[in-house]
């Protein structure tokens, strides 16, 4: 179904303009947000943009798979209540076109870390495990060093899910790149300092969890040590009260509850900005990176917020995490920092099938909007995820934007933040989207987007118009790959978002030169090993355009 606030929308005109409105959806209340600054302020900060009066603090949180339609203003009929996302909008921008780099966990967080498309790594499918050794490779740049160089106290405070390098016991091995098996979950010495973590890549400071929360081993994790060793073998229902379905089992520590996690991270983050306030206040700047690891897996929210959204558990540990940002939104508050910092929120790709659609759609309630499918899917209900921007000294509010963008914009928009220029062996699929924020895109800042998916099928979108080189959804939902129904399907899909966002009409037969354009296109950004202008670069192993059919992982989260 689609929705009467965004139906205006057309991809196919040749320069996508920020609107700057208060968006219809918006409650009353909200959309009366008043402008910062007066105009004649608004133009003189227009004629200096490029020199601001200092760096921001930056914010970046990213949800766990959390859906495009599960934050109520981005979808006027979710039956959820996202109150402080939705102030959080209505205070900035928000924009209805940004992809995470895949539909699942750690190849999208390589893509917001090193602004490189995760798809040029060794990981062609799949995610890491929670003993998995570091993706990210040695002397690549990331945002986070990038911040560092120029000036920014850096921190982590979340799930990792990149992989660092725990110290094996002897003669023992863990998989490099998926998720550990069963028999493998002992085979580290949990008690020696973990090489190449988060600090290895640029963070000051790093508190968090490996991997998912439905991975071993279950214990915090406190720059290069475990805070308490995992003594004990645990496992969690990965749906709070369903006995069916558990967590990996294995190491946890003896203390370790699931749903200890989100209010811990929380705390951290306030902690964390209430010590970086003073030295913010001076003149050193903050980049706090906080990939949450709620809604995902296992959906366990506190026993106050049980039953809150009268939907499912699901819908409640949404809640609890909209609750959690407005926490440490509270604390920029009260440290007087939120008018000059960057906040953004967003999630890692889109809601897992763990959420229950059938129950949650039975009462009205779509996690992925108007868009097909769902998290591990190349359709855009894999991998369209919510976009929030706030930042009160740069961003005028109530506004939204179409720009398309993918995560992998972060590096490139931090460095033009900053000041800094990036090397041509970093960022390569990274394009700054400063101008969206500053109002000062005239056109689309993107020349395209590659989406990936969990077994590692392709598509691009440009405009109006996606190809995916695949026969299937690429993930969980049907056709699934390597199904007969998939099989009988043609090679490839063309959809036409102008006509048919819910990627329901197959019109590549109607079509064969968009087909050959975009393929070419993806073909151009493999070969020159990047998507932006600059020197070709190497991919890490070569990449196949078009997989054979291969089931997706039923397990991988
Ligand atoms: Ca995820």
Known sequence: MRNSALTERRYSQP????????????????????TLFPALALALFAATAVAAPAKPNIIYILC????????????????????HLDKLAASGMYFTDVHSSSSVCSPTRYGIMTGRYNWRTKLQSGVLGGLSPRLIEP???????????????????????LGMDWVKKEGKTVAELNIESADQIHNVDYA????????????????????????????????????KLPTVDKDFPLFLGRAQGKCRLGPAAPDFEVEDVLPTLTTKAIGYVKSRAADAKAGKPFFLYLPLASPHTPIAPTKEWQGKSGLNHYADFVMQTDHAIGQLLAELDKQALAENTLVIVTSDNGCSPQADFPALLAKGHNPSYEFRGHKADIFDGGHRVPFLVRWPARVKAGTLSQQLLCLTDFMATAADIAGAKLPDTAAEDSVSFLPALLGTAKASLREAVVHHSINGSFAIRQGNWKLELCRDSGGWSDPRPGTPKATALPPVQLFDFDKDIGEQTNVQDKHPEVVARLTKLLEKYVADGRSTPGTPQQNAVPVQLVKTAKAAPAKAK
């Open 15 to 34: 320069a996508i303009r920020n609107l700057w409105v208060a968006p219809p959806h918006f409650p009353a209340k909200l959309s009366r947000v008043k």
């Open 64 to 83: 766990d798979d959390l859906g495009y339609g599960d934050v109520k203003c981005l979808n006027p009929q979710g039956k959820i209540t996202t109150p």
């Open 139 to 161: 002397g690549r740049l990331t945002v986070a060093q990038l911040l560092k160089n120029n000036g920014y106290h850096t921190a982590a405070i979340g799930k990792w899910h």
């Open 192 to 227: 020696q300092p973990i090489k190449n973590g988060p600090n290895a890549v640029g963070f000051d400071y790093y508190y968090g969890i490996s991997a998912s929360l439905d991975m071993v081993p279950y214990t915090f994790i406190e720059n290069d040590r475990v805070t």
